[in-house]
């Protein structure tokens, strides 16, 4: 158990649909980040968030859209899902975002679109 | 803009054999941060060895060290005495202070399979 929380683990839905995925992130970090990880794009970077502020902005689609919670929890929402949305949902977090601070992932979320 | 290349797709070892996997990188920072992480069929991302751009000694955790040629820009996975359980993909990453935002980008991945 890395300590990052991930939920839904799987989520199976339809196109048009809106989905939401959560994070806890480890005890302590107050930084999250959100990546997508499909078999044609790899591991991309969507969006990152520090102690309740955006801090960087990657690939993400306006079509979705996250927050962080004064909890430091994180969610991550998709709108008018698209068939190319299935993929693995990563969320991370990190205790600052220098040198080496390292990323704890959690388990994922994978996202189907049908 | 910043760039991690892995240029093996796949790789096959022998178990209990050393194995290299390769990584270049591309950035303008003089400051940055390394790191490789394991990503095995299960699903999880598992950190394994980070390098900083001043460490002048080559970072090693158990099985697990790192080539790091500055001047080559590349930042090599070595694992030494392979095991079955390394079977996985491989990620390599940077990090550079640029907005200290601390986002990782990642390499397309090595696909790593230990035969018996």
């Known amino acids: 158990d890395s300590g990052v929380t991930q939920t839904p683990k799987h989520l199976i839905t339809a196109t048009g649909q809106r989905v939401t995925l959560r994070c806890s992130p480890r005890?302590?970090?107050?930084?999250v980040y959100w990546y997508q990880q499909s078999l044609d794009q790899g591991l991309q970077f969507l969006i990152q968030?520090?102690?309740?502020?955006?801090?960087a902005k990657g690939n993400i689609l306006e079509r979705f859209s996250a927050q962080q919670f004064p909890d430091l929890h994180s969610e991550l929402n998709l709108s008018s899902l698209e068939l190319g949305d299935s993929a693995l949902y990563f969320c991370?977090?990190?205790?600052?975002?220098?040198?080496?601070?390292?990323?704890?992932f959690g388990a994922g979320s994978r996202l189907t679109v049908l | 803009a910043q760039k991690i290349t892995q240029t093996q797709p796949g790789m096959f070892v022998q178990e209990k054999e050393a194995v290299t996997l390769d990584c270049t990188y591309d950035t303008s920072d003089q400051s940055y941060g390394l790191f490789w992480y394991k990503q095995p069929s299960s699903g999880e991302m598992i950190f394994l060895i980070y390098?900083?751009?001043?460490?002048?000694q080559n970072a090693t955790e158990g099985r697990y060290s790192l080539n790091f040629q500055k001047a080559r820009k590349s930042a090599n996975l070595v694992i030494s005495a392979s095991q079955l359980g390394d079977s996985a993909m491989y990620f390599c990453?940077?990090?550079?202070?640029?907005?200290?935002?601390?986002?990782?980008?990642f390499g397309q991945g090595t696909t790593l399979q230990v035969k018996p």
């Open positions: 005890s302590g970090d107050l930084s």
């Open positions: 991370a977090s990190s205790a600052g975002t220098l040198g080496a601070n390292v990323l704890t």
């Open positions: 968030y520090y102690n309740g502020e955006e801090r």
């Open positions: 990453a940077m990090r550079a202070p640029a907005g200290n935002t601390g986002k990782l980008i």
């Open positions: 390098q900083g751009s001043y460490d002048e």
